[in-house]
Structures are given as C-alpha cells and as structure tokens.
C-alpha cells in the first residue's frame, strides 16, 4: 500500500518514480503502526492540525507504554520519584509528562525532565540521563517514556528524495522503561558516553516549516558510520573502563537497513549479524527514539545471555551525534 501510495504522488515530480521504487525493498520494512487512517495522507494538512493530533495520541501512547511498564515490574506510581519524556516528532508545552502525572496516578512533586531534539538518538540518551537521576536517588524508581509519531511529520507537497525514503521507512510508536538502584529483573547500566561531531548539523533533522515539520536526511548517515563510529566506540568504552572486545551484546538503533549494515562492518560481525534490531526494523519500521526500546525489550525477553556480559546500547541522532549506554547483563 505505501509503495502504491509513493508511486502515485511522486509521478507527477519523477517521471522515472518505478526506478526510486525499489527503496520500499531495500529498507526492510514489512510492517508499521501509525496513529491515522491510510488515508489521512491523501489530504493535506495545517501544522496545528498535526500538531493537535499529536498532543492527543502522544497522550494515549505514552500513558499505555508507561502503565505497561509499570505493571510488568509490579511498581507503585507513588514510588516514581521522576519522568523523563523524549519526543521529537511534535510540539506540546506544558510537555506531555505533565499530563502523565495525572493519568499514571503519578505524585504532584513527581520531577518531570522533558528531552526534546535529539531524534533517533533520545532513547539512548534519555536512558542515560535517567540511569544517572536513578543512581543519585537510589530510593526512587525512575520512568522513562519515549513517544514519536513520525507519521504526522509527512508532507504531502513535499516531493523530495528525502520524503520518500521517509515514507518508506519511518514509523509511530511508543516505550516506557522502569529504572531504579534497588535489586530489580533487567541490565545495570553503569556508564554512558555522548558525541555530536562539529560541522554536521545538516545530516539530520527537521526543517519548520508551513506544513510542520518537514525531514532533513543525509544519505551520508552509513559512510558516518563506518568513517567515524570505530574511534567513537573504542573511546566510548574506554571511557567506561572496558575495551571494545569486550562487549558480547549490540542494542543498535536501526537507522535503516544500509545503516545496519555499516554497524555490522564496524563491529566485525557478519552480515545480518545484528539480529534483534533487524527484527524491529522489519516488525515496527523505524519509530525514531522509541525504536531502541523495541529492540531492548525482546533482548531482555528472549536473548540467551551470560550473567556479568557486557553489552553497549546505540544510536545516532541530529547533531550530528552518537550515544552509548553500556550494561552488565
């Protein structure tokens, strides 16, 4: 149905449209979620009405994924101490977790941290930040809840290359993630490292205009990968005092396909290597921040792993920039 749909409206620009067509193929997407009908994006559409639809599902999502999360530890809401919320993908002030509070039966003295901007990267750098609130305040449990509707970014009168890809790769979704010191079933994360490279800014992104937020993506993203990511993770992990050999687990962001090919070339894995975020590509699509999530959740519930193995969590996001989190199994 998107290739159908990708067809007809870019015809009318690119008169060769079956030669671009074959970009559905190669990002290995099978399935996707979005908060609209197919056919919303027929229509054209205003920012504020995107935006109020986003506000709206924002709200439903994250309070799902959050009770959600919740429930599978068995945690009170009375025993979070903080949220931290990260989104990207649309505009809310006062920001969505303030709306959770209420929703979660959360306490009023809750301490809310709204991330916004850091796109596909803000999972891993949201956990980072809420893993370092957690081990300050070791008796509160810590909420992390991501939410992106990248669908509600399409602009219809946008024929460029960039929104096709988009349209063929990007995704609505939502996660939320239970964090505290205290004796709990799931990873210690123990250390984290971030990046943004000076000069890149127009790698990735959101340009705002008219029709919203209309999406900036470089075709540059897996060359970056493979001319940069091996010095960055070999400083990342020296900087949590491992080395790079040690790490037995790679909970990578799946930019897309080709991006995941470049990590399995840097990581000196076979082809394909990277199992479980090619299984959330391929099931969810690309959901920006919230992908990451996806991809922790089902190591957590079905990767056969050894107790004290290392493992990173990554992403890159605009900036340009990169995050690590490392864990203990």
């Known amino acids: 149905m998107a290739k159908d749909f990708a067809c007809a409206l870019f015809s009318e620009v690119y008169k060769d449209v079956e030669r671009l067509l074959p970009v559905f193929d190669n990002v290995e997407v099978d399935g996707r979620y979005f908060c609209v009908p197919p056919e919303w994006f027929y229509e054209d559409h205003s920012f504020p009405e995107k935006n109020a639809l986003y506000v709206e599902h924002a709200l439903g999502l994250s309070e799902k994924a959050a009770r959600r999360a ?15 919320f990260v989104s990207t993908s649309g505009l809310s002030t006062p920001s969505i977790d303030s709306q959770l509070l209420p929703h979660l039966g959360l306490s009023e003295h809750t301490r809310r941290v709204p991330i916004w901007g850091l796109g596909c990267a803000a999972g891993v750098g949201g956990l980072a930040l809420a893993a370092d609130y957690a081990r300050v305040y070791p008796e509160e449990l810590v909420l992390l809840v991501g939410v992106e509707l990248c669908g509600l970014t399409f602009q219809k009168g946008d024929r460029s290359k960039a929104n096709l890809v988009s349209t063929a790769l ?15 079933d799931g990873l210690e994360l123990f250390a984290s490292h971030s990046t943004t490279w000076p000069g890149t800014e127009g790698v990735m992104g959101f340009d705002v ?4 937020l209309r999406v900036q993506l470089s075709q540059s993203v897996p060359r970056i990968v493979r001319e940069r990511m091996p010095e960055n993770l070999r400083t990342a992990c020296s900087s949590a005092g491992i080395s790079l050999e040690d790490l037995e687990h790679f909970v990578t962001h799946p930019g897309g396909a ?4 470049a990590f399995e070339e840097v990581l000196e894995l076979e082809s394909g290597g990277l199992v479980l975020p090619r299984e959330i590509l391929r099931d969810y699509g690309n959901m920006s921040s919230v992908t990451v999530l996806f991809i922790l959740e089902r190591f957590l519930e079905g990767q056969d ?7 990173v969590l990554s992403a890159m996001g605009p900036g340009f920039s ?3 989190v490392f864990f203990r199994c």
Do not use: N, Q, W
């Open 322 to 324: 990169a995050e690590h």
């Open 258 to 261: 080709k991006v995941l090919d």
């Open 209 to 212: 205009t008219e029709g919203g």
């Open 170 to 184: 990007f995704a609505d979704g939502a996660a939320a993630v239970v964090l505290g010191c205290a004796p709990m």
């Open 305 to 311: 792993y050894s107790a004290r193995d290392y493992g």
């Open 70 to 84: 919740l429930d599978k530890v068995g945690a009170d809401p009375s025993d979070v101490g903080a949220i931290f």
